[in-house]
């Protein structure tokens, strides 16, 4: 290899460790945070990593600390229909649906909830909504993100899901196939 390529890939190389080391001191410890952003940052990991009880604690810390942190508020929403709190999770939604009515990610997560839960014609509702706001929800998760969580194939979106719903419920009662558990529990959740 040429020396000049050589020193130049070398510098280069020590230049980036520098910059990233900088920026994850900046990040850890000078970036000023608002109340709740740590648990909130702790809590998102967990989630990713599927730990919900943990996240869900994490989410709730968050939550004291700053009750009006739309994020921790999503977050808690997403984790607690993970863990199949129906509920708490439907009542979760509307609050931060109040909070920022405009952000289709909520109504796209609301949606993913009513299917869950079987009301079909909300779900469809919420997933067109969600579209109208935002039609970036339709692409699904990032390549980044797929490559993250293991997911070769991109999976089926809510802008599918909708059209899927709505074609089934043109059927009769008996013909209709609402509900396949192993595809269903690929879903996950619309998190930006």
């Known amino acids: 290899m040429d020396e000049t390529v050589y020193r130049f890939l070398k510098y280069t190389a020590i230049a980036l460790v520098v910059a990233w080391v900088g920026w994850s001191l900046y990040d850890s410890f000078m970036r000023d945070t608002e109340p709740g952003d740590r648990a909130f940052h702790s809590a998102e990991r967990l989630f990713e990593d599927r730990a919900y009880q943990r996240a869900l604690e994490q989410y709730q810390r968050a939550l004291q600390e700053s009750p009006d942190h739309i994020h921790a508020l999503r977050g808690y929403a997403r984790t607690m229909m993970m863990l199949g709190e129906n509920d708490e999770a439907l009542r979760a ?20 909830l009513y299917d869950r839960m079987g009301d079909y014609k909300l779900a469809i509702q919420d997933y067109e909504h969600s579209l109208e706001l935002d039609q970036d929800i339709a692409k699904g998760p990032h390549w980044l993100t797929r490559f993250l969580r293991l997911q070769p194939e991109k999976p089926p979106g809510i802008a599918e899901r909708a059209a899927y719903l709505r074609a089934e419920l043109a059927k009769p009662e008996g013909e209709r196939l ?6 269903d529990e690929q879903q996950r959740s619309y998190k930006q």
Do not use: H, S, W, Y
């Open 178 to 183: 609402l509900r396949v558990p192993e595809l």
């Open 93 to 112: 939604f509307n609050d931060a649906i109040e909070l920022e009515p405009d952000f289709g990610g909520t109504f796209a997560n609301r949606g993913i």
